[in-house]
């Protein structure tokens, strides 16, 4: 059954299907303006991006966290005067 893991839910096929019946509906419009068709190109990407995240494969491995310290391995302790006359 992992064939089932790889497979999009119905709930979200639609919701693709609608996004594109939509913007077709706000396109073919007779006297549609610029910012009608600027509005429908922003909700549909917001939308895409949303979808996109939520089933964007999750990075192999650990990833690092920029705010984490790092552990000194054989460094000098923190406050350590470094002598290099020796």
Sequence with gaps: MAEQKDKIPEEDKEKV???IADAKAVESKE???KEEIDAEIER???EFAELYNKYQAAPQGETPNP???IPNEGGPVEGEVI???K
Excluded: S, Y
Aim: glycine share 0%.
């Design 17 to 19: 299907n609608k996004l």
């Design 83 to 85: 002598n290099a006359d």
């Design 67 to 69: 705010d984490q310290e």
């Design 44 to 46: 549909v990407q917001k």
């Design 31 to 33: 006297d549609v303006t």
